[in-house]
């Protein structure tokens, strides 16, 4: 069983002593109760900012002062401790325009956002719980504190911490709730897309993404409307048992739940029904469909603001995820020079899923075979990158090259390896060069 571990017993515990009241609230809380491990710890207290600091000395850092939030280093994780708050009128479905200290904790649990997320513990294993948060975990209910549409129209992130929630911890939204998340959807459009993509990415690496995508498409939607199409999308061909949307919610399902692998099986096949053709037997074909899908996937992260290196990522991998790559030793090097092995694996996870999610498992041996033949390719050091090339850029220099040539000339040179045309060798590799020079006498 987790419990509540000696660092923040000591924040509890000195508070205390200095004559507040101090409890673990929130996520924490919640997770304890659901045996998980939480992510961080939120200690609410009585003790007004000042006061914190004031006990807390050297070791508070005052990061969030204007809404009562201190956070005090300890020997494990830093703990944010925020004073007892009720929130004012809220603006633009973001933020309170004023923030109010209180000294009473049932205040403070109220402008929480679920009722799971409402519960408080103290050091002594006091429990309050004045919203039934606990009756709602043990049924899996996720359930908005007060009236939902209030709630919601507060923050509009609201809406989709809750569909979050709902992924990461298999929580159902409450029949209420869950009417108001749809209802209020297009508030989402107020929330800075940072933000968004924060809560969504922690979504598709929940255990229950699969489920609350299909249950919600139109919430996603809001900020990806180019998902929508997909749902309901007949694909006429016997490849597929599923319609677009749920062959990628399978496929979804599929690959481990890592934000690049999950991203990428959402958008891999969204340019298809844009791609769709029916030929005069009746069959369909969605011929371009990864380009098409790469370049609508590039738009809909550049819009969230998703970092470049997860962009780059999972655009590549949607580009690439329908070729073919021939399972010999030149074919798995060409895929190693292009993709490097992180990326390659990555692919390779891609297909499997992929093809988990379609009528027929016919591909999965397949992908069994490359992947063994790559291992082996790594093992034997095969040459992959010009990093690993017999000759550098010294040599063709040496040979009479400059400028630009010089990288022409190596990259032949690599292409003549991977292709087995040539050993990764220096004299092989020299002699190559001569033939390759542009004025060669
Ligand atoms: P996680 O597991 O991601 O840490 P959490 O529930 O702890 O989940 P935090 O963002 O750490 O989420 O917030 C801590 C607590 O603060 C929440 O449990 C909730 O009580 C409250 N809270 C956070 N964001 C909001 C919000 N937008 N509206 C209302 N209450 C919120
Ligand atoms: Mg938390």
């Known amino acids: 069983m987790v419990k509540i571990p000696e660092f923040v017993k000591s924040v509890l515990w000195t508070l205390g002593s200095a004559g507040h009241q101090a409890w673990c609230v929130g996520g924490c809380v919640r997770d304890l109760r659901l045996g998980r491990e939480p992510v961080d710890w939120d200690v609410t207290t009585s003790a007004l900012p000042e006061e914190t600091m004031a006990v807390f000395g050297g070791r508070a850092i005052p990061t969030g002062l204007r809404h009562g939030t201190v956070t005090v280093r300890t020997e494990g994780q830093p703990v944010e401790v925020t004073t007892f708050r009720k929130d004012g009128a809220y603006h633009d479905h973001r933020r309170p325009e004023t923030v109010t200290f209180t000294d009473s904790l049932e205040e403070d649990l109220r402008r929480r956002d679920f009722t799971v997320n409402a519960m408080a513990l103290d050091l002594r294993g006091t429990f309050r719980d004045p919203f039934g948060g606990l009756e709602d975990l043990e049924r899996g209910l996720l359930r908005c504190v007060g009236e939902p549409d209030r ?185 190693l020079r292009d993709l490097g092995e992180t990326d390659l694996r990555r692919l390779l996870a891609v297909k499997r899923a992929d093809n988990l999610a379609q009528a027929h498992q016919d591909l999965l041996g397949e992908i069994d075979r490359a992947e063994s033949i790559l291992d082996r390719l790594l093992a034997e050091g095969a040459c992959v990158s010009l990093r690993q090339l017999a000759v550098d850029g010294r040599d063709l220099t040496a040979l009479g090259l400059r400028g630009p040539a010089v990288g022409q000339v190596l990259t032949a040179l690599l292409d003549a390896v991977v292709d087995g045309e040539t050993p990764n060798e220096r004299t092989a590799l020299l002699e190559r060069a001569r033939t390759l020079l542009p004025n060669r006498c």
């Open 151 to 335: 709630r919601f129209g507060e923050d509009a992130l609201r809406i989709l911490r809750g569909l979050r929630f709902s992924a990461c911890l298999g929580f159902t939204p409450e029949a209420e709730t869950a009417a108001s998340i749809r209802k209020n959807r297009e508030l989402l459009r107020d929330i800075a897309p940072e933000r968004v993509w924060v809560e969504l990415s922690r979504l598709l690496t929940g255990q229950w993404a699969a489920e609350v995508l299909r249950a919600y498409p139109e919430v996603v939607g809001v900020f990806w409307p180019e998902l929508l199409p997909m749902v309901g999308f007949d694909q006429r061909t016997r490849h597929h048992c599923y319609d677009v949307w749920e062959h990628t919610l399978h496929a979804l399902a599929a690959v481990e739940p890592d934000v690049i692998l999950r991203c990428t099986m959402l958008l891999h096949d969204v340019g298809k029904p844009e791609t769709f053709t029916l030929d005069d037997r009746g069959h369909g074909h969605f011929k371009g469909h990864p380009a098409r899908s790469a370049a609508l996937a590039e738009n809909m992260l550049r819009r969230l603001r998703v970092d470049n290196a997860t962009r780059e990522t999972v655009v590549r991998l949607v580009k690439w995820h329908d070729r073919n790559i021939p399972r010999t030793d030149q074919g798995l090097r060409r895929a």
